[in-house]
């Protein structure tokens, strides 16, 4: 009978053995062991083996965010022994802040963080997601404290890389490594809105006024430039009409002059083969021409003859004479 008693305790020992003293642990999670009440060793990944009774897994308080059907966070607290080594996001529920220029806005955050070290998560801090959670709170209220509205609305990016640093820093001590933090919404007071939205349109409305204005000044611009081209290009129409009038006049003035040349040049080889005086025949010719416009008009005019001049008509008629005589003309 003993033997059988014996035989069930040693059963009994070894199934509580497997029950407890056999951990599977997963990829990416830990176990904090503690030996009589103290830490004993962190578990890896695998199949880990503790001693029942005097080894006990140390559990943390860890806190759940749900979302229920209206769309609503629920938080939802309990004790977990595993500790997950994955990044963790955690949503903060909307907060109150106010700006350096006195606005209160609504502010919700997201927090991206990572443990690195789970003996000092564990014994470092007692509730690390209320820990985490109260100083992204007070960071984010000193560093929204420090900027204006407007420059809260568009530098995100600029409190993002504040909180990230500090909050880093600060829970460096409790094994946490801060990954990312990010705003996902900022909300003013309505009334901010309604100033905002019109300082929008005044702000569009200035937008388009200018871009009209700049519009005409360039429509402006190019017509003079087009009336400009257009007056060069019509005084240089005029500069090469005049140009080519010119050297048409001047071409018919040197045929003319040719011409009248090649006369005077036959001319005086005529006279002078018939014995005249070319000079005196030339100079005849002009007086005849300036006798005929002194004498030209409605009115009666008495002109006086030089004596000389009978001379030069008495050649000239002389001249015409043997120009006229068929010898002259052969």
Same mark, same amino acid.
């Given at each position: 009978? #003993?033997?059988?008693?014996?035989?069930?305790?040693?059963?009994?020992?070894?199934?509580?053995?497997?029950?407890?003293?056999?951990?599977?642990?997963?990829?990416?999670?830990?176990? !904090?062991?503690?030996?009589?009440? %103290?830490?004993?060793? $962190?578990?890896?990944?695998?199949?880990?083996?503790?001693?029942?009774?005097?080894?006990?897994?140390?559990?943390?308080?860890? @806190?759940?965010?749900?979302?229920?059907?209206?769309?609503?966070?629920?938080?939802?607290?309990?004790?977990?022994?595993?500790?997950? #080594?994955?990044?963790?996001?955690?949503?903060?529920?909307?907060?109150?802040?106010?700006?350096?220029?006195?606005?209160?806005?609504?502010?919700? =955050?997201?927090?991206?963080?990572?443990?690195?070290?789970? +003996?000092?998560?564990?014994?470092?801090?007692? *509730?690390?997601?209320? =820990?985490?959670?109260?100083?992204?709170?007070?960071?984010?209220?000193?560093?929204?404290?420090?900027?204006? #509205?407007?420059?809260?609305?568009?530098?995100?990016? $600029?409190?993002?890389?504040?909180? %990230?640093?500090?909050?880093?820093?600060?829970?460096?001590?409790? /094994?946490?490594?801060? *990954?990312?933090?990010?705003?996902?919404?900022?909300?003013?007071?309505?009334?901010? +809105?309604?100033?905002?939205?019109?300082?929008? %349109?005044?702000?569009?409305?200035?937008?388009?006024?200018?871009?009209?204005?700049? /519009?005409?000044?360039?429509?402006?611009?190019?017509?003079?430039? /087009?009336?400009?081209?257009?007056?060069?290009?019509? =005084?240089?129409?005029?500069?090469?009409?005049?140009?080519? @009038?010119?050297? /048409?006049?001047?071409?018919?003035?040197?045929?003319?002059?040719?011409?009248?040349?090649?006369? !005077?040049?036959?001319?005086?080889?005529?006279? +002078?083969?018939?014995?005249?005086?070319?000079?005196?025949?030339?100079?005849?010719? @002009?007086?005849?021409?300036?006798?005929?416009?002194?004498?030209?008009?409605?009115?009666?005019?008495?002109?006086?003859?030089?004596?000389?001049?009978?001379? #030069?008509?008495?050649?000239?008629?002389?001249?015409?004479?043997?120009?006229?005589?068929?010898?002259? +003309?052969?």
């Amino acid at each position: 009978m #003993l033997p059988l008693v014996s035989l069930g305790l040693v059963v009994l020992f070894l199934a509580i053995f497997v029950v407890k003293g056999f951990r599977i642990i997963q990829q990416s999670e830990t176990m !904090v062991i503690e030996r009589l009440g %103290r830490y004993h060793r $962190t578990l890896p990944s695998g199949v880990q083996i503790i001693w029942p009774v005097i080894d006990k897994v140390r559990t943390i308080e860890w @806190k759940f965010i749900l979302a229920d059907i209206d769309g609503k966070n629920i938080v939802r607290k309990e004790a977990i022994s595993r500790i997950d #080594l994955r990044e963790t996001v955690y949503d903060f529920p909307k907060q109150n802040v106010i700006t350096r220029d006195n606005v209160v806005i609504e502010i919700n =955050a997201l927090l991206y963080f990572q443990i690195t070290d789970p +003996k000092r998560a564990v014994y470092e801090i007692a *509730n690390l997601p209320d =820990a985490l959670e109260k100083l992204t709170q007070t960071t984010l209220r000193n560093v929204i404290g420090e900027l204006d #509205l407007d420059h809260t609305l568009t530098s995100r990016d $600029t409190v993002n890389r504040k909180l %990230r640093v500090i909050l880093d820093e600060a829970t460096d001590k409790w /094994g946490v490594k801060v *990954n990312r933090v990010e705003l996902q919404d900022i909300i003013p007071p309505e009334d901010i +809105k309604a100033a905002m939205e019109k300082q929008m %349109r005044a702000e569009r409305d200035r937008r388009a006024t200018i871009l009209e204005a700049e /519009g005409q000044k360039q429509a402006m611009i190019l017509q003079s430039e /087009g009336e400009r081209e257009s007056e060069i290009n019509k =005084a240089e129409g005029a500069r090469q009409a005049l140009i080519l @009038k010119a050297s /048409g006049e001047s071409e018919a003035m040197v045929a003319v002059a040719e011409a009248e040349a090649e006369a !005077v040049e036959k001319l005086t080889r005529a006279i +002078k083969e018939s014995g005249g005086n070319p000079t005196a025949y030339m100079l005849a010719v @002009k007086y005849i021409e300036s006798m005929k416009e002194m004498v030209s008009g409605k009115d009666n005019k008495i002109v006086y003859i030089p004596y000389e001049a009978t001379a #030069l008509l008495g050649s000239i008629g002389t001249i015409r004479e043997l120009l006229a005589s068929p010898e002259s +003309k052969t």
